[in-house]
């Protein structure tokens, strides 16, 4: 349940609170009349001008100071709202993005979109061997000139090295993405059940999905397979690949205003967060001013890191997140919000 503000009475919610759209109309209008007041105040007469000023400024920050809980319960609202598909329709004083896509990204460095969990990954921990269907509880024949495989997506970065499967013959063994191939190499093996070992070099990203497909030639090959819901099955090694330190910045959007003063949140597990704004043709950093443990919009455990920076801005902004972390600690980076007061 909201509580209220000394002075003026505007709502004050924690996380958990339910709160409606309307308890903002209320406290911008007790914030317009506050103001208008002051400012009225301020022209009665020369003598009343400096004390009608300042009050007008402690109006005025008490006005901004109560924005900022209310801009992030919109931050939120607006959040799960494109989470759920619905239109959000522009905001000129509220920037936000969940990674559904990879629209709002002009660059990244170190840190990859992961299509697969859409986020954003920094890898401290690499791809991992993984099996898909590996196994000899199911035999058949596969017939000449055709092709059989399996959709496997990454969940880290590195090289693929080495692909093994259960097979009885000489075929093909074709890496693709996207339907373009991005490795061939003969494998055969002659024992029943045996396994074939094929060598190769793929760099695999985390969220990618590749296709892993062996042809057969002019003779049949006997597969196994773990089940019979699979025609083929392979266990994979990789070298991994990893990294302590990324950075992604976003596409520049014009937002129409004039602000003072700028406040963001960032959702991320592991890791330590900075943020930079770009307003002028400039990088100026904003400074963190606070850590909490709290859940992102799936109920999931994260960090989030709120950032301030008081300073005038104008013109096309963009925003710089650079993450550092340990070996074995990757970073997942949930969304962001950034309003503009």
């Known amino acids: 349940m909201a509580t209220?503000?000394?002075?003026y009475g505007l709502h004050q919610w924690v996380p958990e609170d339910q709160f409606l759209r309307t308890d903002f109309n209320e406290d911008f209008q007790k914030i317009d009349a506050a103001i208008k007041a002051a400012e009225n105040k301020a022209t009665s007469g020369d003598e009343q001008v400096s004390t009608a000023v300042q009050a007008a400024q402690s109006t005025a920050d008490r006005a901004l100071a109560g924005l900022e809980?209310?801009?992030y319960n919109v931050y939120n609202l607006l959040l799960q709202n494109y989470y759920d598909g619905k239109s959000t329709q522009y905001k000129k004083s509220l920037l936000f993005d969940g990674f559904q896509d990879k629209s709002g990204i002009a660059s990244m460095t170190g840190i990859v979109w992961d299509a697969a969990r859409p986020s954003l990954l920094l890898d401290a921990v690499g791809q991992q061997q993984d099996s898909v269907a590996f196994g000899v509880d199911f035999t058949y024949m596969m017939q000449k000139n055709s092709q059989v495989g399996l959709d496997w997506t990454a969940t880290g970065n590195g090289i693929l090295t080495k692909v093994e499967s259960y097979i009885q013959g000489s075929g093909t063994l074709v890496i693709l993405q996207d339907k373009q191939e991005l490795y061939s190499t003969p494998i055969a093996q002659g024992q029943l059940k045996g396994i074939a070992t094929?060598?190769?070099n793929v760099t695999v990203t985390a969220?990618?999905?590749y296709r892993i497909e062996l042809r057969s030639g002019?003779?049949?090959?006997?597969?196994s397979v773990r089940n019979s819901e699979y025609n083929f099955g392979a266990r994979l090694s990789f070298t991994p690949k990893t990294l302590t330190s990324g950075s992604m910045t976003t596409t520049g959007v014009a937002p129409g205003m004039t602000a003072q003063r700028a406040?963001?949140?960032v959702r991320h597990l592991n890791g330590t967060a900075s943020l930079s704004l770009q307003t002028g043709g400039s990088w100026t950093s904003m400074s963190r001013t606070g850590?909490?443990?709290t859940v992102n919009l799936d109920g999931e455990s994260?960090?989030?890191?709120?950032f301030t920076l008081n300073r005038s801005l104008s013109g096309n902004l963009a925003l710089q997140f650079s993450f550092s972390t340990s070996l074995g600690k990757s970073v997942r980076v949930f969304d962001y919000g950034v309003v503009l007061l």
């Open 263 to 265: 406040v963001a949140w």
């Open 291 to 293: 850590t909490r443990t």
């Open 198 to 200: 094929a060598t190769v």
């Open 302 to 306: 994260c960090t989030e890191s709120t």
């Open 207 to 209: 969220g990618v999905t």
């Open 218 to 223: 002019d003779t049949q090959i006997a597969v």
């Open 69 to 71: 809980p209310l801009s």
């Open 4 to 7: 209220f503000t000394q002075n």
